[in-house]
């Protein structure tokens, strides 16, 4: 009987996370109000071609030459053509428009060319407004108030008790681990583990696994890389340059450093918005405090732009929206050309926050004139006696080694203006293209005083000016640098000293804001359950979701305070719950009244993120490289550099793909990710949502198409992984086939074999080896279980 491999899809459709309103609004409007509406829209004299730009009917139905827009193809979108003059008439006819702009509307369209409507429902828009009195009722900004006498199960069992719902009972004892192991760690137990735990599994043994996980470096991995995912952390700067940020990853590792020591959320917050101005003596502990706030220097910058104001005030819009959507769940960037049109957050409030962060310095120094790198956003770290030594001593190496090209270059440029024949002259350039590499390479890698990426205060302290439809030349009155009012808990600004951003950092993390650990814990929650129990998780304003259960997330927010902020201690409450220990089969009649859940009656099943995936197939195979931290960019492979090294004008590397080896079996979240593509040579990572590091992701998106299917049934990476560990079970001479059957069944799924899936293997297997060989085989059938769904989802 064959083994049929499972294809990942049974009905294969798209689930496409659109590019949403706010990134319209904000990137998109007001480029084609400023450089298309002259012209093509109903306030125009005169419709130029029949065209109308201010309405999505408008711009799909087209002019005179066609639509304009191919909703999910820019390339084939003729409005995309003329900006970028590939056809006539090329638009606007004054000029090109910065390549920034017309990225912005290849996303949009790519992603769904999303229009928002002008007008909510009058109920709840009126006038374009939502009453402000209302929206100061709204449930997130009320004070944060503990149930009396409530616990986790009891206030959900509330929750169905009121629809006359029954909840699953628990999940078998190998689900439940493989659950935990996978949301704590991000990895699969390993079968020595499920043997002892199915020994013994009861709910002290269950709490000393747990235990052991969270105090585990690869819990701090799995949960670091959570925490990344709301900052815009990446290695490369300018998503249309690719400038490297050479030492961003000095950022990561303080990140996982932080989860791995529990550190609280509040002082954790204070560190990275406001670390540099702590009070520290310890060098070692300046140094972390300086490249913490790294969350705020490193971002998706435009560094690339002859407009250096507007860049300075598109830097503090992207500090805000991160701040506002990453740790307070609020949308604050829709207040940069007006006053917010559903949250009571005002355009005053939105420049009295941008004249914190305007005050300091993020984006500064110049490019290096001999390198290939910029001194943007860095500041010098302090470094031992002995580091200094093992530095200049490598250093030294690395200058003769850069002697020694220099003069091998010189020796073959001197011989090219000689030579007169083609072949060896061909020859000649073929060198000297490898020894400017090597040039680079050696530039790039030369041991240097360590910088970490960070902020800093500016000489002079300002407030800023609102800037008119977020021009930042077109000013109107200055505003007092404040905070959001309707979260002020009856407070009023206190003083500000310097730039005002250690008092920013210390209201975000006072007990009393109703906003900050409400959306700390529902993240935790959706990491955990799938889903927060606010499903919108980085908008807590009122076009965002209500939460399902409100007494929960507050009786979450507020022991999690209490607890003094630690997020292992809120997981350990989390997990110990029957909500998080049920089964995750599906009860037709509780489907009928609560088809997603929201009501906890069963744990949801889910795919494993990208790097999950990923990581846990090396593990699998044993080819997992537990190294922590350390440089990511790869600077030990010659092909990381393209020909032109050093003659682009800004300077920039250019990375073709080619992961080096020390890196290559790596956990995921210790390598490089690239702006604008996510990960380069990891289309794993691509095709499974890995986050988009332009941007806040507090809930990754999810789609489901036939190429992820494809690619796990055809990629040479997953094959080759399968290989490796079908020479592993092959080269196991005290197993028989049947026990590489149960090893297998035990590292890939991560439970007992049935004995029919042992016969059904087997004859699998043996019919291939008629057509093949053991080993390809042994792969084939191990491929298959790694393409499957029992694989990829989490019961």
């Not at 294969?12 to 609004?25: N, R």
């Not at 009195?133 to 409530?150: C, D, F, I, L, T």
């Not at 002079?460 to 009155?477: E, F, K």
């Amino acid at each position: 009987m064959r083994w049929s491999i499972l294809l990942l899809l049974t009905v294969p459709h798209l689930l496409c996370a659109q590019v949403g309103a706010e990134f319209f609004e904000k990137k998109v409007r007001p480029v084609l109000v400023a450089q298309c509406y002259a012209c093509h829209s109903a306030k125009a004299k005169i419709v130029q071609g029949g065209l109308r730009l201010d309405s999505r009917e408008a711009f799909i139905r087209g002019g005179q030459s066609g639509p304009a827009v191919v909703v999910g193809d820019p390339g084939a979108s003729l409005l995309v053509k003329v900006l970028r003059r590939q056809v006539k008439p090329a638009m606007p006819p004054w000029g090109k428009l910065p390549e920034a702009d017309v990225a912005a509307i290849e996303e949009w369209i790519r992603e769904g060319a999303v229009w928002p409507a002008e007008q909510a429902s009058a109920a709840a828009h009126a006038k374009g407004k939502t009453d402000p009195e209302a929206a100061r009722r709204h449930w997130a900004w009320q004070p944060v108030r503990k149930p009396a006498n409530a616990a986790i199960d009891q206030l959900i069992g509330q929750k169905l008790a009121e629809k006359k719902l029954s909840a699953n009972g628990m999940a078998d004892a190998a689900t439940l681990l493989r659950r935990l192991s996978v949301d704590l760690t991000g990895l699969p137990p390993s079968p020595e583990l499920i043997r002892e735990f199915l020994k013994d599994p009861t709910p002290e043994r269950y709490k000393q696994v747990a235990d052991s996980m969270l105090g585990s470096v690869a819990y701090a991995e799995r949960w670091g890389r959570f925490w990344l995912d709301v900052t815009y952390y990446a290695d490369t700067m300018d998503p249309n340059a690719g400038i490297p940020a050479a030492h961003a990853w000095r950022y990561r590792d303080y990140v996982v450093k932080a989860f791995q020591e529990d550190r609280p959320l509040n002082r954790f917050i204070t560190e990275q918005i406001a670390g540099d101005l702590l009070p520290e003596e310890s060098p070692a502990r300046r140094n972390e405090l300086i490249v913490a706030t790294g969350y705020l220097a490193l971002g998706p910058w435009t560094l690339v732009q002859a407009d250096k104001e507007q860049l300075k005030m598109d830097v503090v819009d992207a500090q805000i929206d991160g701040i506002g959507k990453g740790l307070l769940g609020l949308t604050l960037g829709c207040a940069r050309c007006h006053d917010h049109k559903f949250d009571p957050v005002s355009q005053r409030e939105y420049y009295g926050l941008a004249g914190i962060l305007a005050s300091t310095r993020t984006v500064h120094g110049k490019w290096r004139e001999a390198g290939v790198f910029s001194d943007i956003n860095q500041r010098p770290l302090w470094e031992s006696p002995e580091e200094t030594a093992l530095r200049l001593e490598r250093a030294a190496t690395q200058e003769r080694a850069l002697a020694d090209v220099l003069r091998r270059i010189e020796g073959l440029e001197a011989a090219r203006k000689q030579e007169k024949d083609k072949d060896r002259l061909k020859e000649i350039e073929g060198k000297l293209t490898a020894l400017r590499r090597r040039q680079g390479l050696l530039d790039f890698n030369m041991p240097r005083p360590p910088v970490g990426y960070a902020v800093q205060e500016e000489e002079r302290a300002a407030d800023c000016q609102i800037n008119i439809r977020g021009n930042a030349h077109q000013l109107g009155q200055a505003v007092p640098r404040t905070f959001v009012q309707a979260a002020m808990f009856g407070q009023t600004t206190p003083e500000l000293k310097g730039s005002g951003r250690l008092e920013l950092a210390r209201w975000i993390t006072d007990d009393r804001n109703p906003l900050t650990a409400r959306v700390y814990v529902n993240r935790v929650w959706q990491n955990l359950f799938g889903t927060g129990l606010v499903k919108s998780a980085d908008n807590f304003g009122l076009r965002g979701e209500s939460p399902s259960h409100p007494e929960l997330l507050d009786y979450l927010a507020v022991t999690f305070m209490e607890d003094g902020w630690s997020t292992k201690k809120l997981i350990r409450r989390i997990v110990a719950t029957e909500a998080y220990r049920r089964a995750s089969t599906v009860q037709k009649a509780a489907m009928e009244v609560d088809p997603e859940n929201r009501l906890l009656w069963r744990m949801n099943r889910r795919r494993l993120e990208a790097e999950a995936i990923r990581d846990s197939v090396l593990a699998i195979t044993g080819q997992l490289d537990r190294t922590v931290g350390g440089p990511t960019l790869p600077t030990d492979s010659l092909a990381t550099f393209a020909p032109d090294l050093g003659k682009v004008n800004p300077p920039r590397m250019i990375v073709n793909g080619a992961l080096p080896e020390r890196l290559r079996n790596r956990r995921t979240v210790h390598l490089p990710v690239f702006r604008p593509a996510l990960m380069d040579d990891l289309d794993l990572m691509n095709l499974f949502d890995f986050a988009n590091s332009a941007q806040v992701n507090a809930t990754r998106r999810e789609t489901v198409v036939p190429t992820q299917a494809l690619y796990l049934l055809n990629a040479k990476w997953l094959r080759d992984q399968s290989r490796v560990l079908a020479r592993r079970l092959l080269d196991s001479p005290e197993l028989a086939d049947p026990g590489r059957v149960e090893r297998a069944i035990a590292l890939i799924y991560n439970r007992p074999v049935q004995t029919s899936e042992v016969s059904r293997a087997l004859d699998f297997i043996y019919d291939a080896e008629q057509q093949s060989n053991v080993e390809d085989a042994w792969t084939l059938y191990l491929h298959s279980l790694l393409a499957s769904n029992e694989f990829l989802f989490r019961s």
